[in-house]
């Protein structure tokens, strides 16, 4: 059904797998499909978790270039799509976890960071080496230094270091480093639950949008978005289950 | 096949001459209470057009209800021909080419109507129908904009203009108190104007298709948003409860839906979202709970942010923004969406 990656629902846990010979490289065929899955999993999917992951030993090694002619005029269109798939990820009405296992290089960091939760093996590798290949590392600019701070965002982003998977666990790029993806994914669903989507989905928006809201205004949209959270079901469960408990 | 949708062919807006800083009316009427001047230094107004009064000894202003009766219908008489002027000069057409008139407003009751001191003032043919939507609110553009595309449509070829008139300036009670400041702090005085037309002719015009409407009534909070008549200060006033925003925006998504689910649609596939500039806490709560985003209501806060809250108008403003921006394209669909006492929201759905 799809051609550069594999989906699959399972117990609430839909699994995307990226899957390209050569390290998962992102093509417009892919955020085609990414799109596709972002429209399913909206529409119809009970999940309540995502989870993005890589075949055949990387997670994502960036974007493909045969994808871009050297003798045509360049244009913007495709980063614009990639940014909006990447967006579309980052605002689904489920938890988003990503397993990295070899290369998050380039584009394939980005989609790490777009996620809730990074998880990684040990023997995993992050890198943004676009600047030294002569364009930019995408919205990267916008999302990384929120995770580690500017001063280590700039040293990543200007020059291009390969990172391993502790030292990406110690600037704060990455949630953990495990073992086993599968016990650690496991583990990481387990401290989801239980899982509340209109909560988890505001919360998220809030953060996402922290760094660029004075206080009014974010307060503003937290009392607007604690309303709509106080009115659903699982809130006044709790309430129920703590008049109980009295 | 022909096609016989209406058309928003034409927009036109305008507001009374004098504009005033938040922090020039709270000087104006020497309001000491620093609750209330603290809504006043808000950000998220900046200034208003206002046919403000002179002020008596005290700082405060004095206007009766009958001099305010006859205020809106002076200030209707300025703004409203301005924006029909502006409304159709665009399309090089005059009153007299005008086949339907609907006005629009509630911050004046009077008859004859708004339509008929218009049609006199500017000269428009005696045969043009009309019809006055008096006392529906904010959300009242929409309310008109059903019935003006549903003319359209049953009258193929033939102009309909609705024109919203809102002078909120003499629409006040001035008494000191919380309940009076957050309306005296919030609204403007403004007029919009929109020329709908059904005719195949314009099939290559770059104007959307309004495709259809749907409602939200709110019945609960039916009190929750009321202009009504002040006893003690023998003049209508106008209320506006706590928390009636957060009620609006809990209910927005059941509309949204409906309306988007009618023509096969999602929320993701609509490129601009047009939405009444209430007031930032409705703003804020239509954004958490349908899910649109800052950049998605930016004319909505700009239009806040410049004019107040322009009341049934307000969304033709937000609408010639995003015309004026440019980056509409063929083939987009927008929302509009109005809320206001009922308590209700309308929405419509309109194609490039």
């Known amino acids: 059904m799809y051609e550069t990656l ?74 614009n799509k990639w940014e909006k798939c990447c967006t579309r990820i980052e605002r689904l009405p489920m938890s988003t ?15 790490a960071l777009v996620c809730d939760q990074r998880l990684a093996t040990s023997a995993s ?29 700039k040293r990543l982003l200007l020059t291009c270091p390969e990172i391993t998977a502790d030292e990406a666990a110690g600037y704060g790029m990455i949630d953990a480093v495990v073992d086993d993806l599968d016990v650690g994914l496991n583990q990481a669903i387990h401290n989801l639950g239980p899982n509340h989507n209109v909560a988890v989905q505001l919360t998220r928006r809030l953060l996402n949008e922290c760094y660029g809201t004075d206080y009014q205004n974010a307060l503003g949209h937290f009392l607007a978005a604690q309303h709509r959270a106080i009115s659903q079901t699982a809130f006044l469960d709790t309430l129920k289950q703590a008049k109980k408990g009295e | ?113 708004l339509t008929a001191h218009i049609i006199k003032h500017m000269g428009f043919r005696p045969d ?37 008139i809102e002078v909120c300036s003499a629409a006040y009670v001035f008494d000191g108190s919380m309940r009076t400041a957050i309306v005296n702090s919030l609204f403007g005085d403004g007029s919009a104007a929109v020329l709908v037309r059904a005719d195949p002719a314009d099939d290559r015009r770059f104007a959307p298709r309004v495709l259809g409407f749907n409602s939200q009534i709110i019945t609960e909070a039916l009190g929750a948003m009321r202009y009504d008549w002040d006893e003690h200060h023998g ?61 998605d209501v930016r004319h909505t806060t700009s239009v806040l942010r410049d004019f107040g809250n322009l009341s049934s108008g307000s969304f033709l403003f937000s609408y010639k923004r995003l015309l004026e921006e440019g980056k509409v394209r063929r083939g987009d669909y927008a929302v509009l969406m109005t809320m206001g006492p009922g308590s209700t929201i309308e929405t419509a759905l309109i194609r490039w």
């Open chain 1, 97 to 111: 976890i990503a397993l990295v296992d070899g290369a998050a290089i380039g584009g394939g960091l980005q989609l």
């Open chain 2, 128 to 164: 043009c129908s009309r019809a006055d939507i008096v006392g529906m609110g904010c959300n009242a553009g929409l309310n008109g904009l059903n019935p003006v595309s549903a003319w359209a449509k049953a009258n193929p070829g033939k102009n309909a203009l609705m024109l919203c």
């Open chain 2, 235 to 295: 003049k209508f006033s106008f209320f506006l409860d706590r928390d009636i925003p957060y009620v609006v925006g809990a209910h927005a998504e059941l509309p949204v839906d409906r309306l988007l689910n009618a023509h096969g649609l999602k929320r993701r596939d609509i490129a601009h979202w047009v939405v009444h500039s209430g007031g930032k806490k409705v703003i804020d709560a239509i954004k958490y709970n349908v899910g649109i985003t800052e950049h």
């Open chain 2, 1 to 113: 096949m022909l096609d016989t949708q209406p058309r928003l062919l034409s927009v036109g807006t305008a507001n009374p001459p004098e504009r005033y800083t938040q922090e020039e009316i709270a000087e104006r009427f020497e309001i000491p209470d620093p609750r209330i001047r603290s809504l006043f230094r808000s950000a998220h107004i900046h200034t208003r057009h206002l046919y403000l009064p002179p002020v008596d000894q005290r700082g405060a202003p004095s206007e009766t209800q009958g001099e305010l009766l006859s205020k809106h219908l002076r200030g209707a008489l300025e703004i409203g021909p301005q924006a029909v002027e502006r409304c159709l000069a665009p399309l090089r057409l005059g009153v007299k080419d005008i086949d339907y008139l609907c006005c629009i407003t509630t911050t004046g009751f009077m008859a004859p109507g």
């Open chain 1, 6 to 79: 594999r989906f699959n629902e399972q117990d609430g846990v839909a699994t995307i797998t990226l899957n390209r010979p050569g390290g998962n490289c992102i093509s417009m065929q892919m955020v085609r499909e990414i799109s596709a899955i972002c429209d399913r999993l909206e529409d119809e999917s009970k999940s309540t978790v995502v989870v993005i992951r890589g075949a055949g030993g990387a997670f994502c090694a960036g974007i493909d270039f045969d994808d871009f002619d050297p003798n045509a005029v360049m244009d913007i269109h495709g980063f």
């Open chain 1, 125 to 153: 590798i992050f890198q943004a080496p676009e600047v030294k290949l002569g364009f930019l590392p995408g919205m990267a600019t916008f999302r990384l230094a929120k995770y580690v701070g500017l001063g280590i965002a």
